[in-house]
Nanobody
Framework: QAPLVESGGGLVQAGGSLRLSCAAS????????MGWFRQAPGKKRDVVAA????????YYADSVKGRFTISRDNAKATVYLQMNSLKPEDTAVYYC??????????????????WGQGTQVTVSS
């Protein structure tokens, strides 16, 4: 799997929305489980959401359930993270990651061999 490139981060007020995109090039995108992770300053990197190869299964961290939506377009080799009702505690660098194979252990970052460069999301109060 070739590089992953995130876009869509930025500064938004609490209650606002952002949509992150992660475009993959090379490889066969549909063979990869995709995840979004985030890391706030001084904290460890945590999974935010994950989606299976065909898009039929998804996972969300409790902290974002009902507010964030992960989706993918295999024809465009792109995964998205729609973030609504943003809170200051959502402030972090967001990374997309790709893991070959089935939708298992999707919350374990060390199992994802391919990562994007990260995009900053800052939510002001």
């Amino acid at each position: 799997q070739a590089p992953l490139v995130e876009s869509g981060g930025g500064l938004v007020q609490a209650g606002g929305s952002l949509r992150l995109s992660c475009a993959a090039s090379g490889g066969t995108f549909s063979m990869y489980t995709m995840g979004w992770f985030r890391q706030a300053p001084g904290k460890k990197r945590d999974v935010v959401a994950a989606i299976s190869r065909g898009g039929g299964s998804t996972y969300y961290a409790d902290s974002v359930k009902g507010r964030f939506t992960i989706s993918r377009d295999n024809a465009k080799a792109t995964v998205y993270l729609q973030m609504n009702s943003l809170k200051p505690e959502d402030t972090a660098v967001y990374y997309c990651a790709a893991k070959p194979g089935s939708f298992t252990d999707y919350y374990t970052d060390r199992l994802y061999p391919y990562w994007g460069q990260g995009t900053q999301v800052t939510v002001s109060s």
